[in-house]
């Protein structure tokens, strides 16, 4: 009965063991591009040929439809189609029509996508008309990915 007790002992060790090395993997992949950047870790990144998409007209009504479901929800969301990627960026809708969506650039970083886009609000902005209070861009680039990693790019610190 003792060597069946070591083994089961052994056995949940085991497990124990596989778990704690996938979260630790887990947590070093995760860290790989940090929510947050400074503006120079950013700039290091290597840019991404983009596209921003003009979305008063589409040729493709699969597109179309998923980019006026999804834009209303803030988010980030992607649509591979052949061998390019569209990339909603939304903040949904504002409540001051003086709110923009600045996008900082599209980066790839191993063989995925890193995003930056802020908010920002601007009191002497110029008279520019807008559909409605919702604030989106849509985004091409080239490659097929399954999904976008957004970052948050702050100023570089005053160390130097």
Same mark, same amino acid.
């Given at each position: 009965m003792k060597k069946h007790d070591k083994r089961w002992y052994l056995f949940v060790a085991g497990?124990?063991?596989i778990v704690v090395i996938g979260a630790f993997l887990w947590v070093?992949? %995760? %860290?790989?591009? !940090?929510?947050?950047?400074?503006?120079q870790e950013f700039k290091g990144l290597t840019d991404k040929e983009m596209e921003i998409v003009d979305t008063s007209v589409?040729? &493709? $009504?699969?597109? !179309?439809?998923?980019?006026?479901?999804?834009?209303k929800v803030a988010g $980030?969301?992607?649509?591979?189609?052949?061998? %390019?990627?569209?990339?909603?960026? %939304?903040?949904g809708e504002v409540e001051d029509e003086n709110t923009f969506l600045l996008l900082n650039g599209v980066k $790839?970083? !191993? &063989? !995925?996508?890193?995003v930056s886009y802020?908010?920002?609000k601007m009191e002497n902005s110029p008279n520019i008309e807008f559909e409605d209070n919702i604030r989106s861009t849509l985004i091409k680039v080239e490659g097929n990915y399954q999904k976008?990693?957004?970052?948050q790019v702050v100023k570089n610190s005053s160390k130097s």
């Open positions: 497990i124990i063991l070093i992949e %995760s %860290s790989q591009t !940090k929510g947050t950047m400074t503006e589409f040729l &493709d $009504e699969e597109l !179309k439809d998923w980019y006026y479901k999804n834009r $980030e969301y992607t649509f591979p189609i052949d061998d %390019s990627t569209y990339i909603l960026v %939304s903040v $790839e970083v !191993k &063989d !995925k996508l890193v802020e908010t920002q976008v990693e957004v970052v």
